[in-house]
Nanobody, 120 residues
Framework: QVQLVESGGGLVQPGGSLRLSCKAS????????MGWYRQAPGKQRELVAR???????NYADSVKGRFAISRDNAKNTVYLQMNSLKPEDTAVFYC??????????????WGQGTQVTVSS
């Protein structure tokens, strides 16, 4: 059974920091493309950051220079360090694991989400 379990969300003041974690089980974590997405009320889910199996990263323009994604394959965990948080970062953050292989097919898994609220 595949599980992606997020943690680390909460309420933080503008300018503050949070570190999200997503622990995966039931997959060969090291080969998966791992990502963080977010969905604000009334908006579509959007990509925040992704990290490949080779640790290459890419970010949404809105978070470049403020957020950092990383992974620890020994712990089957992906992280999102969020600094200089703004009220517009308020959203439910979701962890995603994706793998596509020519012979094995496509696998796409989501966590249950963790709420991040930035407010004074």
């Amino acid at each position: 059974q595949v599980q992606l379990v997020e943690s680390g969300g909460g309420l933080v003041q503008p300018g503050g920091s949070l570190r999200l974690s997503c622990k995966a089980s039931g997959i060969i974590f090291s080969i998966y493309l791992m990502g963080w997405y977010r969905q604000a009320p009334g908006k579509q889910r959007e990509l925040v950051a992704r990290i490949t199996s080779g640790a290459s990263t890419n970010y949404a323009d809105s978070v470049k220079g403020r957020f950092a994604i990383s992974r620890d394959n020994a712990k089957n965990t992906v992280y999102l360090q969020m600094n200089s948080l703004k009220p517009e970062d308020t959203a439910v953050f979701y962890c995603n694991g994706y793998y596509s292989g020519t012979l094995t097919g496509e696998y796409d898994y989501w966590g249950q989400g963790t709420q991040v609220t930035v407010s004074s």
